[in-house]
């Protein structure tokens, strides 16, 4: 396995992740449902929750930019390995990014769970 393969590999699973997130968001938003999975704590009982609709209507576009930039940064990533049309400085810079969202949105979601359990 070369390095663009295994970097491919990553990049694809991030995308994946991305896609899963905004998946996440539309299916919480249009059923009015928490969903569970990689978004939230083990620990958080689901039924649990005191305004599920409070808790959808701030999560939401939060995990709108998460997953947006997810999936950019592993598309971009994917293009790069590739097809070598984008350069890596746009790359780096959108890894730099993604991962800013991802540190972001562990703090802000953790305060978010704490306010509705």
Excluded: H
């Amino acid at each position: 396995m070369n390095s663009t393969s295994l970097n491919g590999m990553i990049d694809l699973i991030i995308a994946a992740c991305g896609i899963y997130v905004l998946y996440s968001c539309s299916v919480m938003k249009s059923t009015g449902k928490i969903q569970g999975g990689m978004l939230m704590p083990k620990n958080v009982d689901l039924n649990r929750c005191k305004d599920p609709a409070g808790f959808i209507r701030e999560i939401v576009p939060k995990l709108l930019v998460l997953g947006i930039m997810a999936f950019l940064c592993g598309g971009v990533g994917l293009v790069m390995d590739y097809t070598g049309l984008i350069p890596g400085a746009v790359y780096l810079v959108l890894m730099i990014a993604f991962l800013a969202a991802l540190v972001w949105y562990t703090k802000v979601s953790k305060k978010i769970i704490k306010k509705y359990w």
